[in-house]
């Protein structure tokens, strides 16, 4: 396995909004360490130790802020808001009110707008050496979303190779929210090709069919018999290439809503996982959140050119996105979005690391 550096810090200084943005790093006890810039309140790199105990960096991105700024890949590691995933027409109604985000995938609204968090420089305290705290207010009317929207995102990488990321958010108008980070992993290194051999377990008994436009049918259909069915260990391969409508509709993959187990979905058990044979990495999942979005990668195009110098292509990296459902604003049967004014809004996700030899 390669060996990485890590960015170096002069590489992510640059200016925008009236402010400055930085690469932080933090380190453990244990040889993990995680950088991240301002820049989206991003996830640049997850270096961890596989079996061998050697170096690996496991997250997709850059190593300057220039290539951020100008990727063909938008939310590498980003924190996404005020929306994550999809809004149909880019159009829902709170109170009675119609609101508006312009469409910027196909006819949908996706991941908080053209220029959603991803696109921000944040506001940001460190803690202590392994601990960051990222800060942005959003203006009421911003793409669209009503209330002025106060959040931020906290980062705490533990001893027990846990990155911990704490959201909190508070509007002063009814709003909707939908938070989640969307790292790119590949568990062999970024920039070490598919990720298809990579084995998989989701706590899930449905999941949230798609159409054509990828917004769910308002369904949740059974994983049983089908190529969703990650309930025990299984390689992507296996469902990735099946003839399942489902996965064609997904863009030649994985782009659906899985809906977490009750049990699941507390932060405290296991939600989702993922494992390397070739490296003995093991990531796994713990979130608040109802749903976790299980994505391959299906648009990476290989023209980013990633750390390692090596291209992002199809299906070179997989996402665990946790998450509300995509569509909730105008799907009432989904659990609700919304925030109301002057309430407090809190989610955790947790990536936790392992190795299995």
């Known amino acids: 396995m390669a060996r990485y550096k890590l960015p170096l810090l002069k590489d992510f200084k640059t200016k925008g909004d009236d402010k400055s943005s930085a690469l932080i790093i933090l380190k453990n006890n244990r040889g993990m360490q995680v950088a991240l810039t301002n820049y989206g309140a991003r996830i640049v790199s997850m270096i961890v130790p596989d079996k061998t105990g050697s170096s690996v960096d496991v997250v997709l991105g850059f190593n300057n802020i220039l290539d951020y700024l100008h990727a063909d890949e938008l939310y590498h590691g980003a924190t996404i808001g005020r929306y994550a995933n999809r809004i149909s027409n880019g159009t829902f109604e709170l109170g009675g009110i119609p609101y508006k985000i312009e469409p910027n995938n196909g006819p949908n609204a996706l991941h908080g707008g053209k220029n959603g968090f991803h696109t921000k420089i944040w506001d940001r305290r460190i803690n202590n050496p392994n601990q960051v705290t990222f800060y942005y207010t959003s203006p009421d009317g911003e793409e669209g979303f009503p209330g002025t929207l106060t959040v931020s995102v906290d980062y705490l990488l533990t001893d027990e190779n846990e990155l911990q990321i704490n959201y909190r958010a508070n509007s002063d108008k009814d709003t909707i929210i939908n938070?989640?980070?969307?790292?790119?992993?590949?568990?062999?290194?970024?920039?070490?090709?598919?990720?298809?051999?990579?084995?998989?377990?989701?706590?899930?008994?449905?999941?949230?069919?798609?159409?054509?436009?990828?917004?769910?049918?308002?369904?949740?259909?059974?994983?049983?018999?089908?190529?969703?069915?990650?309930?025990?260990?299984?390689?992507?391969?296996?469902?990735?290439?099946?003839?399942?409508?489902?996965?064609?509709?997904?863009?030649?993959?994985?782009?659906?809503?899985?809906?977490?187990?009750?049990?699941?979905?507390?932060?405290?058990?296991?939600?989702?996982?993922?494992?390397?044979?070739?490296?003995?990495?093991?990531?796994?999942?713990?979130?608040?959140?109802?749903?976790?979005?299980?994505?391959?990668?299906?648009?990476?195009?290989?023209?980013?050119?990633?750390?390692?110098?090596?291209?992002?292509?199809?299906?070179?990296?997989?996402?665990?996105?946790?998450?509300?459902?995509?569509?909730?604003?105008?799907?009432?049967?989904?659990?609700?979005?919304?925030?109301?004014?002057?309430?407090?809004?809190?989610?955790?996700?947790?990536?936790?690391?392992?190795v299995q030899k």
């Open 179 to 354: 938070l989640t980070n969307h790292a790119y992993f590949n568990l062999d290194g970024e920039g070490s090709g598919s990720i298809v051999d990579h084995v998989v377990e989701i706590a899930a008994e449905t999941f949230l069919p798609i159409n054509e436009v990828q917004i769910p049918l308002g369904e949740l259909r059974p994983v049983s018999d089908s190529a969703f069915d990650f309930r025990k260990p299984k390689r992507i391969s296996l469902g990735i290439s099946s003839e399942d409508e489902q996965i064609q509709k997904g863009g030649g993959g994985y782009d659906h809503t899985f809906v977490l187990n009750e049990a699941n979905k507390d932060g405290k058990k296991v939600a989702a996982s993922a494992f390397s044979e070739k490296s003995g990495i093991m990531l796994e999942v713990l979130t608040t959140e109802p749903g976790i979005q299980f994505y391959t990668g299906n648009a990476l195009t290989g023209k980013d050119k990633g750390k390692s110098g090596n291209h992002y292509a199809k299906q070179h990296a997989f996402c665990f996105e946790t998450q509300h459902f995509p569509d909730a604003p105008n799907q009432a049967q989904f659990p609700s979005p919304l925030l109301k004014a002057k309430q407090p809004f809190r989610s955790q996700t947790i990536y936790r690391f392992h």
